[in-house]
């Protein structure tokens, strides 16, 4: 059995439940759940919401996983889920299901244990205590730690670095002038938002509320080599644009290359010391830990990295 928390909202939502589907009527799993979030939309769009609907969810499917046909009406529920509750528009929604879904079945539905694990690390500890996996680490210091001492400042004349730092560059290699700018979802002026002319849509060098095309980036870069004084560059990753519903890993490593290019292009006799950001894997901040292998780990991300910078040299 599982548990499902005491609370009146939950309680609700099991009566809500059993009222959507009978006993004696039998429904997919993703038609109850998307009767379920189209009911709660219509009272509100609050957190608490999006968390009832999440234990619920999890309540029906948990038990399940590993039947055939499981996997399709989870990124169903998900995607239903998400329209219902009016978080994104159909195409984020069903991007995000399909896009989230090894993680779904994978780390989420098979390694952690309870609703509230599972919904916690979803939404939050305002919906649940999430899995923490440092609560289980024990960490031995080393004895006779060195007294602290104090930092002292170079002297004057001391040999000095100027450290360009590029970061959260964001290029939006679908970036197209005169596509919609405000098109409802999360980026726009970008394929395939609606063409609406240079006169009314996004301009040539990017939009505020757009991420930035590929001449806007090759401009800075210009500009940057032309007038400023530098010795090394910290590049600190998210490289990447934030359309997370529709990213590849192919997407993702031909960004990277792309910026990479520009980099040599016009900085060829700087150091680079690159780090990753959150978005450039695929999906967006799934980074699994070396002990996972095959085709989930990050292998085709590290190894392609390893490779570009062993060339470089």
Not at 15 to 23: E, G, N, W
Request: glycine share 6%.
């Amino acid at each position: 059995r599982v548990q499902l928390e005491r609370g009146p909202s939950m309680l609700f939502l099991c009566f809500l439940l059993s009222l959507l589907v009978p006993p004696s009527q039998s429904a997919s799993i993703a038609h109850i759940a998307h009767r379920l979030a189209t009911a709660l939309s219509k009272i509100g769009n609050s957190s608490s919401i999006e968390c009832d609907v999440c234990k619920v969810t999890v309540f029906l499917v948990k038990p399940l996983v590993g039947l055939p046909g499981v996997e399709d009406e989870v990124v169903k529920i998900i995607s239903d889920a998400c329209m219902g509750l009016h978080i994104e528009d159909q195409t984020v929604c069903d991007g995000i299901a399909k896009e989230f879904r090894p993680e779904v079945f994978g780390v989420l539905l098979d390694r952690y244990v309870t609703i509230d694990e599972i919904c916690g690390a979803i939404f939050g500890d305002t919906c649940a205590e999430p899995y923490d996996p440092l609560d289980n680490w024990t960490l031995t210091i080393p004895p006779n730690k060195p007294p602290v001492r104090q930092p002292v400042p170079p002297k004057a004349g001391s040999p000095q670095w100027k450290i360009l730092h590029l970061s959260d560059v964001h290029h939006d290699v679908e970036y197209e002038e005169g596509r919609e700018i405000d098109c409802g979802e999360p980026v726009c002026c970008r394929v395939p938002n609606k063409f609406v002319g240079k006169s009314g849509g996004a301009g040539k060098w990017g939009e505020y509320a757009c991420d930035p095309p590929r001449q806007t980036l090759e401009n800075l870069f210009e500009f940057i080599n032309k007038t400023v004084d530098f010795d090394v560059i910290y590049w600190t990753g998210d490289v990447p644009a934030h359309n997370v519903w529709n990213q590849s890993r192919s997407d993702q490593l031909d960004v990277i290359r792309d910026v990479t290019s520009l980099l040599l292009k016009y900085f060829p006799r700087k150091p680079v010391y690159p780090a990753l950001g959150n978005h450039e894997s695929a999906p967006v901040n799934s980074f699994p830990p070396p002990f996972i292998t095959g085709n989930e780990s990050m292998a085709w991300l590290y190894d392609y990295l390893s490779d570009e910078r062993s060339e470089e040299r």
